[in-house]
């Protein structure tokens, strides 16, 4: 069973950094391309971050560009996004997905739970 535990959200003010975490198990880490995405309520889920299966190739949406940075360490099953000068629209629901590496969420086929990133003003 595939699961994807995310950690690291939480309150921060604008101009502030925050690092997530996501640990996969039940399939072949370095297999599969990760994915974070985003959502708030009454929006669609957004593509935020992707990365291949090795860590070469990364993708960034046009709003998170020059401040997030996403990576994987293959020997932990685990998939980081570091945000550094947030801002209040960056406040979601974070979730990370295990898939094939692409920008929409039909890419993926297994999600986690999310974590809830709030930035104040």
């Known amino acids: 069973q595939v699961q994807l535990v995310e950690s690291g959200g939480g309150l921060v003010q604008a101009g502030g950094s925050l690092r997530l975490s996501c640990a996969a198990s039940?399939?072949?880490?370095?297999?599969?391309?990760m994915g974070w995405f985003r959502q708030t309520p009454g929006k669609e889920r957004e593509f935020v971050a992707a990365?291949?299966?090795?860590?070469?190739?990364?993708f960034y949406a046009d709003s998170v560009k020059g401040r997030f940075t996403i990576s994987r360490d293959n020997a932990k099953n685990t998939v980081y996004l570091q945000m550094n000068s947030l801002k209040p629209e960056d406040t979601a629901l974070y979730y990370c997905?295990?898939?094939?590496?692409?920008?929409?969420?039909?890419?993926?086929?297994?999600w986690g739970q999310g974590t809830q990133v709030t930035v104040s003003s």
């Open positions: 039940g399939r072949t880490f370095n297999r599969y391309g």
């Open positions: 990365i291949s299966q090795s860590g070469a190739s990364t």
């Open positions: 997905a295990t898939g094939r590496v692409g920008v929409t969420a039909y890419d993926y086929d297994y």
